[in-house]
């Protein structure tokens, strides 16, 4: 089976077992439908960024939007491992699985449409077939294994562990610091053209005094 065909078909499956979990009836079938949709999900995520997207990197297809794809799956993860740490009957039950049925509904919609159409035109079929098996046989060992909670809360753990590596290398890629610049000195001031009182003839100085006071109430006589 060609690679993107089995990544369709998980995706209708998962699509399927949302539709199983709004439909339970009582809390004990909505526990069984919810392992179920989580194992699915976490499996299919595994797939999909430790071969499928490592894949269509390699053949150097659309490699912008298989980073987004890849962080759409990490929120994916933590969503689904968020659902693991309440109940059915609680409350933030039925808003954590509307918030992962619309994250993982937009990955269908985005990567299904451009991604996996891409990869199906620009891979060929020899390839295709080949990434197929990997990921068969990857499924087969991580059905296997179980322990989803487990391996969600691994992944986002070896993905925040990862985060000091990169801080450091970004101090330490940092230009050495320059000296601090100088205030330049403010230019001196030129001195005023403009006449003063005390530069102006005696003659011109009682009009200017005019000029201010014009429009005042003439100042009161002492006499
Ligand atoms: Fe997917």
Redesign the pocket.
Known sequence: MKATEL?RE??REIERLFQSVQAAEDEAEKAAAFRELAAMIAN??AL?TEIFYPAAMEAQILTDEVRE?EEE?AAVDFTLYRLFQVQPEDETFQARVMVLEELFTR??ED?EETLLSQVETSMGDTRLEEIGEQLKARMQVLQRRGNVEGMLAQRIGSEIARRPARRARTVQEKPARRAPVKAKKAPARKPSTKPTARTMPRSQRANAANKTTRGRKPARSSR
């Open positions: 990544l998980q995706h299919h995520s999909e794809a799956h990955h269908v990567r």
